[in-house]
């Protein structure tokens, strides 16, 4: 057992212990564990145990140990009744999907039973669960800056991980390999496009969190963050997560940083500067030469080949365009077998690369109606957030609509809208959000300066933070 893996034992037996004095600081743990848990070199199984990992060990502790401090600290449940009904009705999907997966098996016959539940189930839902605790534990403003630090940690973890794997060259020289290069990404386990969405999003996160900090060190510290999680993103390769960098910014710009729009310009003629190797990835298909000499574009490399598929997903989608095909219906419904005549035996595309694709595909107009209600809503309340006068408030909002925003741009070359690992810190940032618009709402209802509220529940025991 190499070094690395046995601190992160002893990391995790630490949290684990410590959950039953503080589940809260080991929930808080168990975000920072989730920089490192995708990676291969990660053991997935304790004893052979399928489903018996360190992640899943330590939340079930922490769990635990939240079921039995829960009456002590006086929690309630307070969530709004319609984010309860949304949040339902956005895993009734899942489970039909699920379900109707589990009853026609056609092409995923060799999928055991035992995997298909444990993977698009229980690994799916499983992602939510600690933004729930989330919500239920962050009643104070110490607990609230808390957590917000440990979601930065954990981005700034990721960016060091891709900066450490894909050679600084390969994106500040022109000519660069970066479009290989950015394979190199897969070996912390996550590809290109999902860890180019996931800092796309940290990078305006962490941008929207500076204005909370006051001390010059902290906020020098806070800015180093900022250009690390840049130099991450760019060596990411992920040209949605470009596109999805550019349109966060200009979202927020155009949401609050209004006086910034005229620096827009600027920064488009410093990226191919600074970022020489990224620009020439994104420009990668576009201005080539024919064998005539004319300028053309080839829309396959564009594209990355979605132009060959995403027409067989569509004409599938029009074929049950109401309730759709249930889960995997990229597999189950011969897509992904149609695919194989274009790239080969075994070289097909199991998903469509275009999370609005895939949920039509899925679960079609009906069963995505409440998933679009949803992320609907939480960009209009994060949005108020981010407004806000008070710099915590504005704080959150920003972080949490920065992520949401970057899969929703992302989505249209890639991304889920089902949870998965690379998107558990922006569902932990939505479950934060909402409990800050919760007590944003209590502030307005007691008419108190939301600059310096944070109520606490009656019965909590939980010392209250000064405030400044």
């Known amino acids: 057992m190499s070094i690395r893996i046995t601190a992160l034992y002893i990391f995790v037996t630490f949290l684990a212990i410590y959950a039953w004095k503080d ?36 939340f079930l502790v922490i769990s635990l140990a939240w079921l039995v401090s829960r009456s002590r600290e006086g929690l309630t449940w307070d969530m709004p009744r319609h984010i309860s009904v949304l949040l339902l009705l956005y895993l009734g999907v899942i489970l039909v999907g699920f379900l109707r997966a589990v009853f026609d098996r056609t092409y995923i016959e060799d999928y055991p039973l035992k995997n298909l539940v444990s993977e698009e189930l229980i690994n799916t839902v499983k992602w939510v669960l600690p933004g729930i605790l989330l919500f239920h534990g962050c009643r104070t403003r110490r607990r609230v800056l808390m957590a917000l630090v440990c979601l930065l940690v954990m981005y700034g973890l990721i960016a060091i991980q891709v900066i450490r794997q894909v050679p600084y060259s390969s994106v500040l020289e022109t000519g660069s390999t970066l479009i290989t290069d950015r394979f190199e990404v897969q070996s912390m386990g996550y590809n290109a496009d999902n860890a180019s969405a996931i800092l796309a999003g940290a990078f305006w996160g962490t941008v929207a969190v500076l204005p909370l900090i006051s001390r010059k060190g902290h906020k020098v510290m806070v800015v180093a963050a900022i250009a690390m999680i840049a130099l991450g993103q760019a060596l ?71 132009n060959l598929f995403w027409p067989l997903v569509t004409a599938k989608i029009s074929e049950s365009p109401i309730i759709g095909h249930g889960r995997l219906a990229m597999k189950r419904t011969g897509v992904k077998k149609a695919t194989e005549e274009i790239w080969g035996e075994g070289e097909g595309i199991g998903h469509p690369h275009n999370m609005y694709l895939e949920t039509l595909l899925d679960n079609g107009i009906l069963g995505s109606m409440p998933i ?29 609509l920065s992520l949401v925003l970057a899969q929703l741009f992302a989505g249209l070359g890639a991304q889920h809208f089902y949870p998965m690992p690379e998107t558990f810190g922006m569902w932990m940032a939505i479950f934060l959000a909402m409990r800050v618009y919760v007590e944003e709402k209590r502030a307005q209802v007691d008419a108190i300066s939301a600059e310096c509220y944070w109520n606490e529940p009656a019965l909590s025991r939980i010392k209250a933070p000064a405030y400044t």
């Open 23 to 58: 589940w809260f600081k080991s929930l808080c743990g168990l975000i920072l564990l989730m920089s490192v848990m995708a990676r291969p070199d990660i053991p997935t199984n304790v004893f052979g145990i399928q489903g018996f990992n360190l992640w899943n060990v330590l």
């Open 372 to 400: 679009f209600l949803f992320w609907g809503m939480v960009v209009i309340y994060t949005t108020r957030l981010f407004r806000n006068s008070n710099r915590l408030f504005s704080a959150v909002g920003g972080l949490t």
């Open 236 to 306: 990411s390769g992920g040209r949605a997560g470009y596109i999805a960098w550019g349109g966060i910014g200009l979202v927020l710009c155009l949401v609050k940083w209004r006086k910034q729009l005229l620096l827009a310009p600027l920064v488009v003629m410093l990226l191919p500067i600074v970022f020489p190797g990224a620009m020439d990835l994104m420009y990668h298909g576009i201005g080539l030469t024919d064998v005539a000499g004319q300028a053309t574009n080839d829309r396959g490399a564009i594209s990355s080949g979605r």
